[in-house]
């Protein structure tokens, strides 16, 4: 897996943006698991709020909302107490159902790519509690804000996970 510079990954705009604090760290001095997975995940959910249209409304106004399916993490670089970090959501592939991307995350102090969190996400029906197609408007959403995650080089990903579609 390549993986993408520090300056390469500002490209892609900021979800998440804060100093480290005490209660983040572990017995080994650095951010703790699940910390990462914390900011990964809100994240990604800032991106589905965001320019992906699931705002706050989506799942009272119409029912419908996202599950996540998978996660891998990899980690490049410990991030301290006192570190700026920053959380940047780049999205790979879609189906009529499923999202696959990679939330990556800079320690913005030391200019490092710190860890890569790779996900799928499935858009459920709530009232069915079952995959459905993304509507149209939100369809039409996503297939943007891929045109403008193009960029010009490869997103870091696992090869472990992704779209999965059948025959």
């Known amino acids: 897996m390549t993986t993408p510079t520090h300056d390469q990954v500002l490209e892609l705009a900021a979800q998440d ?5 005490l209660e ?10 699940g910390r990462y997975f914390e ?3 809100h994240a990604i959910w800032q991106r589905c709020l965001g320019d992906l249209g699931m705002g706050e409304n ?9 599950f996540t399916a998978e996660h891998h993490l990899r980690y490049f670089a410990e991030i301290l107490e006192g570190e700026t970090l ?6 790979i592939e879609r189906s009529d159902k499923v999202l696959h991307g990679t939330a990556l995350i800079l320690n913005r102090s030391r200019r490092q790519l710190s860890c890569t969190m ?3 996400i499935v858009h459920i029906d709530m009232s069915a509690r079952r995959p459905v ?16 995650d193009d960029l010009a ?15």
Do not use: C, Q
């Open 24 to 33: 983040y760290i572990d017995e080994n001095g650095h951010m703790n698991i």
């Open 86 to 91: 920053s959380v940047h959501v780049r999205l």
């Open 17 to 21: 943006h804060r100093v480290v604090p």
């Open 58 to 66: 989506y799942l009272p106004d119409r029912g419908m909302s996202t």
């Open 133 to 148: 197609p993304f509507p149209d408007d939100i369809a039409m959403l996503i297939d943007d804000a891929f045109k403008a």
């Open 118 to 120: 790779e996900f799928t």
């Open 153 to 167: 080089w490869p997103a870091p990903v696992s090869g472990s996970m992704g779209v999965r579609r059948r025959p």
């Open 39 to 41: 900011v990964g995940g």
